[in-house]
T-cell receptor
Framework: GQQLNQSPQSMFIQEGEDVSMNCTSS?????WLWYKQDPGEGPVLLIA?????ELTSNGRLTAQFGITRKDSFLNISASIPSDVGIYFC?????????????FGGGTRLMVKP | NAGVTQTPKFQVLKTGQSMTLQCAQD?????MSWYRQDPGMGLRLIHY???????DQGEVPNGYNVSRSTTEDFPLRLLSAAPSQTSVYFC?????????????FGAGSRLTVL
């Protein structure tokens, strides 16, 4: 099946620093999604991207849908302790089987106060 | 609205035992799905359903059964648990149709098979 390569696998940063993570694929996607998972909880949607080249912000978060439709990045500016968690990218393709979602392996973010 | 509710949150099984993970949603979502989460592997789709009476296999269906008798409920059954099924399981649902692609996840069920 399709695979998403998400990097880095983990990050340990100082509070106030900016964060960048990305996902790449050998296949194209119609939609890119970024989720955050807090400890002991299920993933929650942060940003959805629907068009190649689209750049979308949500507070301190900014994500872009790559021009080739095979990649996406997520930036977090001025990190704070509550940014701690696992961030997942997900690519979605629309086909005869419906909307199929493929997840990256996740980026575990740790923030030192 | 409660959203997506999963039970139990934690379960320990012995190899060969059977059990059912429950999932219920109160958002009238047609699409429901089960994922398992393992370290470094993200979320992998086990089974999904696009409506009552319709189920299909995902990426890793072996060892799991599902049924969808109502719109609200989508239980996941392990008929004979194996240690390889130790994982965190997430149920998720969404509306169907073009653009209706935002999955809402439950809080997860952590399963340990000894």
């Amino acid at each position: 099946g399709q695979q998403l390569n998400q990097s880095p696998q983990s990050m340990f940063i100082q509070e106030g620093e900016d964060v960048s993570m990305n996902c790449t694929s050998s296949s194209i996607f119609n939609t890119w999604l970024w989720y955050k998972q807090d400890p002991g909880e299920g993933p929650v949607l942060l940003i959805a991207l629907y068009k190649a080249g689209e750049l979308t912000s949500n507070g301190r978060l900014t994500a872009q849908f790559g021009i080739t439709r095979k990649d996406s990045f997520l930036n977090i500016s001025a990190s704070i302790p509550s940014d701690v968690g696992i961030y997942f990218c997900a690519g979605q393709i629309f086909n005869n089987a419906g909307n199929m979602l493929t997840f990256g392996g996740g980026t575990r973010l740790m923030v030192k106060p | 609205n409660a959203g997506v509710t999963q039970t139990p949150k934690f379960q320990v099984l012995k190899t060969g035992q059977s059990m059912t993970l429950q999932c219920a949603q109160d958002m009238n979502h047609e699409y429901m799905s089960w994922y398992r989460q393992d370290p470094g592997m993200g979320l992998r789709l086990i089974h999904y359903s696009v409506g009552a009476g319709i189920t299909d296999q995902g990426e890793v269906p072996n060892g799991y059964n599902v049924s969808r008798s109502t719109t609200e409920d989508f239980p996941l059954r392990l008929l004979s648990a194996a240690p390889s099924q130790t994982s965190v399981y997430f149920c998720a649902s969404r509306q169907t149709g073009a653009g209706a692609n935002v999955l809402t996840f439950g809080a997860g069920s952590r399963l340990t098979v000894l």
